[in-house]
C-alpha cells in the first residue's frame, strides 16, 4: 500500500464529475473530517494531477484550511478509464447490511495491509456488480482501494474485502479508535453528492448505439433480437382490431416495419440515427422522412403509433415530451410505448451471488438517467417506473389500457384521449425532426413536417 500526501492546490478536479453537492451536505462532510480526520486517500491521476475519486471531500478539506491529503496515484490510465474508475469508485462507496469482521485486532488510527483471509465475510450481504467491478480496476490498475474499520467491524467498503479475498491480495484499510464508532458509522453511511449529468456534453446522434436492434422472431433466426412489444402487444392487437396505417418511430432497422409490410399493412418506418457502427445513414433518414412527409400531405394521421423502447434512449426530459407529443401528433387513435423499468435496472445495481451475471452497475440521477463513458462518447439511457408511465402519457393527452412488465420491461398501450395545443405540436416537430448530427449539422426538416400537417 503506496499512500501519499498532496497538496490540495496541486491537484484539480475533472470536468465530468457527474456528482454534485449541496452546502448542508459540505458543513456535514466538514464535521466528518474534523472529528475523524481526512483518512480516506482520494484516487489521482499520476500524470495531470486530475481527481479521479474524492472530489467533494477535496472541496471541503480547501474550505475548512487542511493543505495536504492522503492519496492513491494511478499511472498510464486512459480518459475513457479514468471515467469508468470515478464512476465505480463513487458506487462502490456504500454501506453494507451485514459488515464483515477482522479476526485480530491491530494497532488503531493508522493504515494496515492485511491478509484478507484475517476477515469473515457475509458474501450474501454483498452487491456483486460493484465486487466484479471493483475485481476489474484492481487487476488493471492496482490496489487503490481502502476499507474503513472501526471496533473490527467494516464499515466502509464491504464489497471491497471481498473483491481482495477473490483476487488474492492484502486488504487496505484505516483502523479507527473504538471510541469513533457512532461517529464513523454515521459518516460514513452519508451520501456526500447526488448524481448529475447537466453539464456533461451530449451528441444525442450516439444514442442510436444504445437501442437494441430489434428482429422478427422466425423459428430459423437464432440469432434473433425479438421485440417484446411488437410480439407481446402489438402482433396480437392487429390481429384482432381493425388497423390499416401503422408509423413506428424510432424502427432501428426497420426489420418489423418490413414484416407488417409483407402482411399487408400500410406501413411507415422512422429512424433518424440509422447506424453501421461506423457512421450514420443521413441519406436514408431523410428518405424515411420524405415518405412520411408524402403521407401526412393526405393522411396527417396514423390508425397506429408505436415507439419500441426509444425512451429509453434518450438523453433529456425535453427529448422524452417530444417523443410522447409526437407520438400524439401521429396517432388517430393508439400508440404503444416500451422500455426497460427503473426496477430492473435497480436490481441489476443491487446484484446478489445469485444474480452475478445480470448485474450491471449504474449511477442514477434526480431524473433516473444514467450515463456511461465508451468508446470516447457519452451515452445516457432514461428508466420509468409504473407511476412515470402513466404520468408521461397523461400529460400528453393519452390513457394507459393496458400496461405489462416482462422480464424487467414495460409494454404499454395508449388511447388517444385528447389533442394537443398546436403549439405543443409545433415544439416537439421542432425538436425531433431538426436532431442534432456530427460536424454541427442536422436534419432541419421540421418545416416540411409542419407543412404536411399545415401547422405553418
Given at each position: 500500500m503506496i499512500i501519499e500526501k498532496i497538496d490540495v492546490n496541486k491537484i484539480h478536479g475533472a470536468e465530468y464529475n457527474p456528482r454534485k453537492i449541496e452546502e448542508q451536505k459540505i458543513i456535514e462532510l466538514s464535521e466528518s473530517i474534523r472529528k475523524l480526520g481526512f483518512i480516506l486517500p482520494i484516487l489521482v491521476n499520476k500524470e495531470n494531477n486530475t481527481i479521479i475519486a474524492g472530489h467533494q471531500r477535496t472541496k471541503t478539506a480547501r474550505k475548512i484550511g487542511i493543505k495536504e491529503v492522503p492519496a492513491f496515484f494511478i499511472e498510464n490510465i486512459t480518459i475513457s478509464d479514468e471515467i469508468n474508475f470515478n464512476q465505480i469508485h463513487n458506487g462502490s462507496e456504500c454501506q453494507c447490511q451485514e459488515p464483515a469482521k477482522l479476526l485480530k485486532n491491530y494497532e488503531v488510527e493508522k493504515y494496515h495491509s492485511i491478509n484478507c483471509d484475517d476477515f469473515e465475510i457475509i458474501i450474501e450481504s454483498l452487491n456483486m456488480a460493484i465486487v466484479d467491478s471493483l475485481c476489474k480496476m484492481i487487476v488493471k490498475y492496482g490496489n487503490v482501494f481502502l476499507s474503513i474499520i472501526c471496533k473490527n467491524e467494516v464499515l466502509f467498503q464491504n464489497e471491497y474485502i471481498y473483491a481482495c479475498k477473490l483476487l488474492n491480495v492484502s486488504c487496505n484499510v484505516y483502523?479507527?479508535?473504538?471510541?469513533?464508532?457512532?461517529?464513523?458509522?454515521?459518516?460514513?453511511?452519508?451520501?456526500?453528492?447526488?448524481?448529475?449529468?447537466?453539464?456533461?456534453?451530449?451528441?444525442?446522434?450516439?444514442?442510436?448505439?444504445?437501442?437494441?436492434?430489434?428482429?422478427?422472431?422466425?423459428?430459423?433466426?437464432?440469432?434473433?433480437?425479438?421485440?417484446?412489444?411488437?410480439?407481446?402487444?402489438?402482433?396480437?392487437?392487429?390481429?384482432?382490431?381493425?388497423?390499416e396505417t401503422i408509423f413506428d418511430f424510432g424502427c432501428g432497422r426497420g426489420d418489423y416495419i418490413n414484416y407488417l409490410k409483407r402482411l399487408g399493412y400500410n406501413a411507415y418506418g422512422l429512424e433518424f440515427y440509422n447506424h453501421n457502427l461506423k457512421s450514420i445513414d443521413v441519406v436514408k433518414g431523410n428518405k424515411q422522412i420524405d415518405e412520411l412527409v408524402k403521407y401526412l400531405n393526405e393522411n396527417k394521421t396514423f390508425d397506429i403509433v408505436i415507439c419500441d423502447s426509444?425512451?429509453?434512449?434518450?438523453?433529456?426530459?425535453?427529448?422524452?415530451?417530444?417523443?410522447?407529443?409526437?407520438?400524439?401528433?401521429?396517432?388517430?387513435?393508439?400508440?404503444?410505448?416500451?422500455?426497460?423499468?427503473?426496477?430492473?435496472?435497480?436490481r441489476q445495481n443491487e446484484g446478489t451471488k445469485r444474480q452475478r451475471v445480470d448485474s450491471k452497475l449504474r449511477f442514477f440521477d434526480k431524473d433516473n438517467f444514467t450515463a456511461s463513458f465508451r468508446k470516447g462518447q457519452w451515452y445516457y439511457q432514461k428508466y420509468h417506473s409504473k407511476e412515470d408511465v402513466y404520468r408521461i402519457a397523461r400529460e400528453s393527452g393519452f390513457k394507459v389500457i393496458e400496461y405489462?412488465?416482462?422480464?424487467?420491461?414495460?409494454?404499454?398501450?395508449?388511447?388517444?384521449?385528447?389533442?394537443?395545443?398546436?403549439?405543443?405540436y409545433v415544439e416537439a416537430v421542432n425538436f425531433e425532426f431538426n436532431l442534432p448530427l456530427p460536424n454541427e449539422q442536422s436534419y432541419n426538416r421540421q418545416d416540411d413536417v409542419l407543412k404536411a400537417l399545415e401547422l405553418i
Open positions: 483502523i479507527c479508535d473504538d471510541k469513533k464508532y457512532d461517529d464513523i458509522k454515521y459518516y460514513f453511511s452519508q451520501q456526500y453528492g447526488e448524481y448529475s449529468y447537466d453539464h456533461i456534453k451530449k451528441n444525442t446522434y450516439v444514442q442510436g448505439l444504445a437501442q437494441l436492434f430489434r428482429k422478427v422472431n422466425t423459428n430459423t433466426d437464432k440469432r434473433r433480437n425479438r421485440s417484446i412489444l411488437y410480439e407481446e402487444m402489438v402482433m396480437p392487437f392487429l390481429n384482432k382490431h381493425k388497423a426509444v425512451l429509453n434512449s434518450i438523453d433529456s426530459l425535453k427529448a422524452e415530451k417530444s417523443i410522447m407529443d409526437c407520438l400524439n401528433l401521429f396517432s388517430s387513435k393508439y400508440a404503444f410505448i416500451s422500455g426497460i423499468t427503473i426496477g430492473k435496472a435497480v405489462k412488465e416482462i422480464n424487467g420491461a414495460f409494454k404499454a398501450l395508449l388511447e388517444k384521449i385528447k389533442n394537443l395545443p398546436a403549439e405543443r
